[in-house]
């Protein structure tokens, strides 16, 4: 490209004599996706070697970082289910609902004496149920995106009011708090699970026929519909497995909560959207990765942590975490 | 004979606290942690609110005044029950000699407090209580709890609307979040203050000015003959307050908390009354049994902060000292037994 034209006469030889290998990386580097891909694990060893040298006693021990693979793992799962919609060019704005929803369906199927594992599934299936209602309406009746999924916001946090009564149910289970205590070593149990959820995603998505139509279809539906790929099945397919995820997630949640609780929380929906823009994928759809919005996910919730452990006032917190969200997301942003 | 023991461990403590004192020697004083050393870490609810900034400026200022070193951090938002147990669990594994939170939920914190538990640290907890059986599951104590006894404080707002409107009258009630313990707490008393009275709702108007806005025009219309208005947080009471003007009419309204924008508006007539807590005074509490905690002392396991109903009668000297401490005094049991 520019390189050549730009470099001095002496220096442009001691490239020739380079074997070009440097000349490769700089071509690399200004490559708009290469940055797009890699710029939030920039963004995360930064926080991580800031945080560290401020803090080397507090932030980089073996319990700080427990913590932050535990926070990070709630919302990990969540970003997941956020990035399939954001990939067809769509969004998920009622993923903090219906886990709340799930979790409340939890909570009555616990307390009816169902096992924990049990009411797991009961939980997961009620996120289903309101994901395919999601995708369902979305794909057959064209309704966009954003309005058919903040009534669906609406309507799971009223049902999970509904069905609770408003009244919060405490979950007491030996099984559960392991799950959120506990871990295999050092790595807890819940950021496994999110682990296994993310490289699953990621083979669904890159390494199976349906993975390459949910691509297309963000890409260019019409494109993509006149290719014979199936666009109403593809958006049903991604919203159910938002919602799913969600009322997954809700177990996990009630697990560290030690109740399940009508009360929607609404800074997961912001982070998981945060995430999926700093993690690389483009909201107008057809670009994803599955494990950008991971590394992003670490990020926030280390920055968050980090912010903490020094002391930084909560206000000044809010300001910092933004301001990350929008430098990263211009840095990304890509033509 | 709970009581009995207890005032005289607490007595015996002061008496040994004295006797240090008198001994003056260093030798014995050196076993006493150095205030400017000690370490403390708070964790409260979203300062969205502004009875969570009272709270936090009580800590803040007593810090200050002690000449201990205090870690204020917040919920990022006040339904925020994860983020606040992620705060807790960052600031769980550090060298504080003493931790304050404020949950969230009744169960939100206890995992986190399961480790300082484990760690060895005391826990202090203000205002609202932690749940004793997610507690004891994690694995945590609670050291002291020093808060409000909604119920009385509901009851004393009642009490006074009971005087000001007689008995027999109709009144609206209008709570926060649906199966909120406080909300209940603070609904009962007021119920159990203003007996005589019939009451329209509890509506839940989720702490929210607003909502509560809406909820009170639309009990106003189903009912005209309301005589007075009570709702369960000072914000709320301004949202009623609105529509009770704009419905033309002049009923008392109450909200509970004391929190400085209402007592202007106290001031300016649009609101009746607060029933002011002092969540300055828990945050100060909060500090200061932290403070005996560190030294090796002991605390009360127990303490019941003030309450008191600030009405036009006494507003213009609740807005003068910014409403941080009560008109007519109150009983710290922490204070004396700092050793300074």
């Known amino acids: 490209m520019n390189i050549s034209s730009k470099s001095s006469a002496s220096s442009a030889q001691a490239e020739e004599a380079d074997t070009s290998s440097l000349s490769k990386l700089r071509l690399v580097t200004k490559d708009p996706f290469f940055w797009s891909n890699w710029i939030v694990v920039v ?33 990990a799962i969540i970003v997941v289910g956020q990035t399939f919609a954001v990939t067809t060019a769509g969004i998920d704005l009622s993923v903090s609902s219906i886990m709340t929803f799930g979790a409340v369906c939890y909570g009555i199927a616990f307390t009816n004496g169902w096992s924990w594992w049990s009411s797991g599934i009961v939980g997961t299936l009620a996120g289903a149920v309101c994901g395919v209602i999601n995708g369902f309406i979305i794909a057959k009746r064209k309704i966009s995106d954003f309005i058919v ?34 871990g295999f070593g050092k790595i807890p149990y819940l950021m496994v699970i999110a682990f296994v959820i993310t490289v699953g995603a990621h083979f669904f998505l890159f390494n199976t026929r349906f993975g390459t139509h949910i691509l297309a279809t963000g890409g260019d539906p019409d494109a993509a519909r006149s290719m014979g ?50 993690g690389g994928v483009s909201l107008f759809g057809g670009r994803g990765t599955i494990f950008g919005p991971f590394v992003a996910t670490l990020l926030l919730q280390a920055l968050t942590n980090g912010l903490t ?27 | 004979m709970k009581k009995n023991t207890r005032f005289l461990t607490l007595s015996i403590s002061v008496v040994a606290a004295g006797a240090l004192v008198l001994a003056g020697t260093t030798p014995s004083n050196a076993a006493v942690k150095k205030l400017t050393t000690i370490r403390i870490a708070a964790v409260v609810k979203g300062l969205d609110n502004p009875y969570f900034i009272s709270v936090k400026a009580g800590i803040v200022d007593t810090a200050k005044k002690l000449g201990v070193t205090a870690n204020v951090q917040a919920a990022p938002g006040l339904n925020d029950d994860i983020g606040q147990a992620n705060k807790l ?64 404080a509901g009851k004393a707002g009642g009490a006074s609307m009971i005087k000001l409107i007689g008995t027999g009258k109709k009144i609206g009630l209008i709570a926060g979040l649906a199966g909120n313990v406080t909300s209940n707490a603070r609904i009962d008393g007021f119920k159990a203050g203003a007996a005589g009275a019939t009451f329209v709702g509890p509506v839940n108007a989720d702490w929210d000015t607003t909502k509560a806005l809406d909820a009170a025009n639309q009990m106003l219309v189903a009912n005209p003959d309301l005589a007075g208005f009570f709702a369960a947080n000072d914000q709320m009471a301004q949202g009623i307050a609105k529509a009770v003007a704009a419905a033309g009419k002049k009923i008392p309204v109450y909200g509970v908390d004391g929190i400085m924008d209402n007592l202007n508006l106290i001031k300016a007539g649009s609101v009746t009354a607060s029933v002011s807590q002092y969540p300055y005074v828990m945050g100060k509490m909060g500090v200061e049994a932290c403070v005996v905690l560190a030294q090796g002392g002991k605390v009360p396991a127990w303490t019941v902060t003030p309450h008191a109903v600030i009405d036009s009668s006494n507003v213009d000297s609740a807005l003068k000292t910014g409403n941080q401490l009560p008109p007519a005094g109150y009983n710290d049991p922490y204070a004396a037994l700092i050793k300074k």
Do not use: W
Request: hydrophobic share 50%.
């Open chain 1, 309 to 335: 452990v020094v002391g930084v006032a909560a206000y000044y917190q809010y300001v910092s975490i933004g301001l990350v969200v929008i430098l990263s997301a211009a840095m990304v942003r890509t033509k």
């Open chain 2, 89 to 152: 669990d960052a600031l769980a594994g550090q060298n504080y000699d003493c931790y304050i939170v404020i949950p969230i939920s009744s169960n939100n914190l206890s995992q986190g407090l399961g480790k300082v538990t484990k760690a060895g640290k005391p826990i202090i907890n203000i205002d609202s209580p932690v749940d004793p059986a997610s507690l004891k599951a994690a694995g945590g104590k609670i050291t002291s709890f020093a808060g409000t006894d909604n119920t009385a």
């Open chain 1, 229 to 278: 790929v199936n666009i109403d099945l593809v958006k049903i397919v991604v919203y159910s497995i938002s919602g799913t995820l969600a009322g997954f997630a809700a177990m996990l949640t009630i697990s560290r909560i030690g109740a399940a609780e009508p009360a929607a929380n609404t800074s997961i929906l912001l982070n998981s959207v945060a995430a999926v823009v700093l």
């Open chain 1, 149 to 182: 999924t903040l009534g669906m916001l609406s309507v799971a946090s009223g049902f999970a009011l509904v069905f609770s009564n408003g009244q919060p149910r405490q979950i007491v289970s030996n099984q559960l708090s392991t799950l959120a205590i506990g």
């Open chain 1, 43 to 75: 963004a995360f060893v930064l926080v991580v070697v800031v945080f560290g040298a401020i803090k080397p006693h507090n932030f980089l021990t073996m319990y700080n970082l427990n913590n932050i693979l535990v926070a990070s793992a709630i919302p």
